[in-house]
């Protein structure tokens, strides 16, 4: 679960992290108004669930509050484009209005999941700003990584060791072990997967804060944090996402033209990559689940049929707890609602397979039935190539 910059500014200065002053705007005017109160000169950023915004000119230095209106004219309703973003890019609603900050230094400093070693890990470079990634790529030895061990926790002794590796030193160097703590407090409590600061800069003045932060929270935590949904802003979101998400799906746009529903998310990402290597593109990753009902079945198909970009369907399902039969009511079901004329391709197997398949042929779709994963991968791409 993504959230904006400035609600993880307000999360990062709840556990004491610095952060600069700072006000969400939503209209023009509200940027003049807030940028008159930091004294006149002020940083003015759009607020988008993507990186990359300064690169994308959505971050803007204002001398003057006049200046910090104008850039809210440009910003309010224009569409950014980054790498995270696709080329469909995002629309701004939100602008967040910072005070303008001397910066002496810049650094990179984030703790998220190591999928290696299922722990926390901290990630820090003497190197932060909008380059970190090309750095990542050129220049790895300058990333250093620090694994938290899950039992005892960041010490102080680590966090230290990572300071001192960024070159920081004196006070400087135990406000960032401060940090790095809390940071890591942070992520336990709020369930967090990834927390970012980059960059994170020491001020002219001497002082460590928080310039940009990016916080992304574990979904199968969400119960715990009743207030995370309202943190959400659905105008980021995929209006396809958003109907998955009422019932209870797993669902990602993509890029293809093939529809794909498949039950398990590890059967899903081998039918992805067979899609791949058969030269096919998967329009979504979407999975319903081990024991979905035939009501539940027929809305991801629904959900399916509603991306434009679809124009062939593949279904793959291993039924286990889920029947075979209900797969195939719930696919009848929406089609059927939705008048589906496009091409289908379903592979089945397991729970009454039988009955499954029977009821597909009955259908009046334009369906076609295969027992193994590779036939039905071929027929689906070479249906759509041949179209």
């Not at 135990?174 to 927390?195: A, G, Q, T």
């Not at 995929?238 to 797993?250: G, M, Q, V, W």
């Not at 009501?295 to 039924?319: C, M, P, T, W, Y």
């Not at 209900?326 to 496009?342: F, R």
Request: negative net charge.
């Amino acid at each position: 679960m993504n959230i904006h910059e400035y609600q993880a500014k307000e999360v990062l200065s709840s556990f004491g992290i610095p952060v600069p002053r700072g006000r969400v705007a939503l209209t023009a005017d509200q940027v003049e108004r807030t940028a008159r109160e930091m004294g006149g000169r002020c940083v003015v950023k759009a607020q988008i669930y993507a990186g990359g915004r300064g690169k994308a000119g959505g971050v803007r230095l204002a001398d003057n509050p006049e200046k910090a209106l104008e850039a809210g004219k440009d910003l309010f309703g224009r569409v950014l484009i980054t790498p995270q973003t696709g080329p469909e890019g995002l629309v701004v609603r939100r602008l967040l209005v910072e005070e303008a900050v001397e910066i002496g230094k810049e650094f990179y400093l984030s703790i998220t999941l190591d999928r290696n070693t299922s722990r926390y890990c901290i990630i820090a470079s003497a190197e932060g700003g909008m380059d970190i990634e090309e750095l990542a790529a050129k220049s790895p030895e300058k990333i250093r990584m620090l694994p938290i061990d899950p039992f005892v926790g960041l010490r102080s002794y680590e966090a230290r060791k990572v300071a001192l590796g960024l070159g920081l030193q004196g006070r400087i160097c135990e406000d960032c072990v401060r940090l790095m703590l809390n940071l890591y407090r942070c992520c336990m409590e709020k369930d967090c997967s990834l927390v970012e600061i980059n960059p994170l800069v020491v001020t002219r003045a001497g002082w460590l804060l928080a310039m940009d932060a990016k916080i992304n929270f574990d979904d199968n935590a969400i119960f715990r944090h009743q207030d995370y949904p309202e943190m959400l802003d659905y105008t980021q979101m995929d209006p396809l996402e958003i109907t998955a998400s009422e019932f209870d799906l797993s669902y990602i746009k993509l890029k293809g033209n093939i529809g794909c529903m498949v039950n398990g998310a590890g059967l899903a990402m081998a039918t992805l990559d067979m899609l791949k290597e058969y030269g096919g593109e998967p329009a979504n990753f979407l999975d319903v689940g081990g024991g979905a009902s035939k009501e539940r079945v027929a809305e991801a198909f629904k959900i399916i049929l509603q991306d434009s970009d679809v124009k062939g369907v593949f279904v793959n399902i291993f039924g286990g707890i889920m029947r075979c039969d209900v797969i195939a009511q719930g696919i009848i079901d929406a089609a059927s609602e939705v008048g589906c004329t496009l091409p289908i391709v379903v592979r089945m197997d397991g729970t009454l397979v039988e009955e499954g398949r029977r009821l597909l042929l009955e259908s009046g779709l334009d369906v076609q039935y295969t027992d193994y994963l590779g036939d039905g991968v071929e027929k689906i791409v070479k249906m759509l190539q041949e179209s």
